[in-house]
Structures are given as C-alpha cells and as structure tokens.
C-alpha cells in the first residue's frame, strides 16, 4: 500500500461486561486486556510497589481489543497509525493471493472449502 499499517485479528477480553465476583454480584475486569496493552513494558518496581506503563507507540492496539459480547464476529482490521482520515477515502492495495468470491450462504456452511 505504501503506507505503514498493523494488521490482527481482533481480539475478545472481559472490558464492559466485567466478571462477577463473591455473591454481591460486583464486576471486575479479569487484566487480561490491560495485559496486552502493557506487554512491551516492564513493569518498574519502587517499594514493593509495581507500576505498569502504557507506551503510547503500541497504542494502535486497542484498536484490535473489544469485549466479549462480541467475540462471534470474528473480526480482522488494518489500520494505518500515521494517516489522518478526515472524509471517506480509498486506499489502492495490491492482492497477492488468489480470492474466491462465493455466496454468503456458502461461506458460513460448515465446514468451508477454499479451492
């Protein structure tokens, strides 16, 4: 494309919905989404005390991040970290695998067969 881009499957963690825990039915996050947005930092210890950081470089990442309430989307985004868009635009990209355009009835039979 001639642009920088990251590219990933989306990613499914426990953010809004939240864990229920004990019996007062409070919900927390279960860290593992924090996790993968702190993985590049070492955490700095002072005290006994651990403080994570979140690197601004690798924010890109949450961008790939959503709640499980969505987790049968299965969802793959691109996203270019240093281009503004502003209005809708078009970007050229250059296929180098051979596509199969099939019906949406057949793309979900179970199980699917690319040719």
């Not at 299965?74 to 296929?95: H, M, S, W």
Request: hydrophobic share 35%; net charge negative; proline share 3%.
């Amino acid at each position: 494309m001639g642009y920088e881009i990251q590219r990933d499957l989306v990613k499914y963690f426990v953010i809004d919905q939240g864990l229920i825990v004990d019996d007062n039915e409070q919900k927390v996050n279960d860290g593992s989404y924090m996790k993968c947005l702190i993985q590049d930092i070492i955490p700095s210890v002072e005290n006994g005390n651990k403080t994570y950081s979140f690197n601004a470089d690798y924010a890109f990442r949450t961008l790939f991040c959503k709640d499980i309430y969505f987790k049968n989307e299965q969802e793959y985004r691109i996203v270019l970290p240093n281009i503004k868009i502003d209005v809708g635009t078009c970007f050229p990209a250059k296929i180098q695998e051979k596509i199969d355009v099939i019906s949406l009835r057949d793309f979900f039979a179970k199980p699917y067969k690319v040719n």
